[in-house]
């Protein structure tokens, strides 16, 4: 079972990857592709609300000055299309932070690295009046994990995503894959 706003702040909160200067940031450049679910749990993690497919397409642009990810999830009902959320992370100055926007939403806020590899993350995000988004992220080998608080009025809760790199064209069949059968939608 999905939430509307746990969907939203989901995808939101799924940005992950980025790259700086091309002299001081390991990996800029290039499109990856990830594959797999993000579940919905209470605040303390104990108790599963649902999980959905998720697919993620991370484009690192302007030698890792950009990274515009687009994430992808199921409709939230069968015959509905699948939501696509277009994110963009813009690197602030020289430091290892990225200032967070998303088109047709108030999501605002930052994802800061750790370290130049770029494989270890936090969030820092804002729905503008709906809530707060905090958590971490880290890239282990071809697995993309997070792990998320939203913090919103009505149900807060933990969101985890449990993602693996795939290809370019599994990528795409499992976005396929989420819309409506012809004449359902």
Do not use: N
């Not at 303390?44 to 991370?58: F, N, T």
């Not at 690295?113 to 958590?135: I, M, N, P, Q, V």
Request: net charge neutral; hydrophobic share 30%.
């Amino acid at each position: 079972m999905k939430t509307a706003g746990a969907l939203h702040l989901a995808c939101a909160a799924v940005l992950l990857s980025a790259c700086a200067a091309p002299s001081f940031i390991k990996g800029t450049g290039g499109v990856e592709y990830y594959g797999g679910t993000t579940g919905f749990f209470s605040p303390d993690g104990r108790l599963p609300y649902g999980s959905s497919d998720s697919a993620v397409k991370r484009e690192v642009a302007e030698g890792g000055g950009m990274i515009i990810e687009t994430f992808t999830q199921p409709g939230v009902s069968p015959g509905m299309p699948p939501e696509e959320h277009i994110t963009t992370l813009t690197r602030i100055g020289r430091s290892l932070s990225y200032s967070v926007s998303e088109y047709g939403s108030e999501l605002s806020g930052t994802v800061t690295f750790s370290g130049r590899g770029l494989d270890k993350w936090t969030y820092d995000l804002a729905l503008e009046g709906r809530g707060y988004l905090t958590g971490t992220g880290e890239i282990k080998g071809d697995a993309l994990v997070t792990e998320k608080k939203l913090d919103q009025p009505g149900r807060p809760m933990l969101i985890r995503d449990s993602l693996k790199k795939v290809s370019r064209e599994s990528y795409s069949r499992q976005v396929a894959g989420m819309k409506p059968l012809p004449g359902t939608e």
